[in-house]
């Protein structure tokens, strides 16, 4: 069996870190999980990632391409209501195929507003610019329409935190939302 390289090593580290700090977050993830996870020592994760910080970032990073990928090819060649259908569904695919990406965006949001109160900004500003990205992503396919990119991207956030808060389908919270946004059988509890 080949050794991995750095850059696969690396690679494989964002992608338990993406999975340990969905569960735990910022400060509940120790970077000894993430090393165990990934089979390498903690001095040996300190030589790919200079601090825990810069694994955040990064596993935060992946998070949010992630989730404007699936926005991206789920718009290609749609527009209008066709592309919020689309979006919608392929949004509502990824917080239920992959539950972590769920999770992760919720840990993203709470870590920013727990580092913005200590007077940390870094955090906030990348994770607000890969927001943008995803706003960006859905603007041109709704028309750029700013009311309905706004609508679009409201509705998403009600459905993240609805999602999170293991509200079965069809419950009533669903119902004023996009039919293709309502998760109708989708959703794990």
Partial sequence: MARMSADERRES???????????GGYYGTSTEAIAQRVGVSQPYLFRLFPS????????AGRC??????????????????EAVRAIANAYTRLITEEPEMLRMQLQMYVTVAAAEA???????????????ELWDTVHLPLGADTDATTTFMAQ???ITNLAAMGFPPGHRVWEGLYPSARAEGRLRK
């Avoid at 580290?13 to 700090?21: C, D, G, Q, W, Y």
């Avoid at 949010?64 to 209501?81: I, Q, W």
């Avoid at 200590?118 to 943008?132: P, Y």
């Fill in 52 to 59: 825990k910080r810069a694994i955040f970032l990064a596993a």
């Fill in 156 to 158: 998403g956030m009600l």
């Fill in 13 to 23: 580290v964002v992608r338990a870190a993406l999975h340990e700090f969905s569960l």
């Fill in 118 to 132: 200590a007077g940390d900004q870094e955090l906030g500003e990348l994770v607000r610019a890969g927001w943008m």
């Fill in 64 to 81: 949010l391409e992630h989730t404007r990928k699936a926005f991206a090819d789920a718009s290609d060649g749609v527009h209008g209501e």
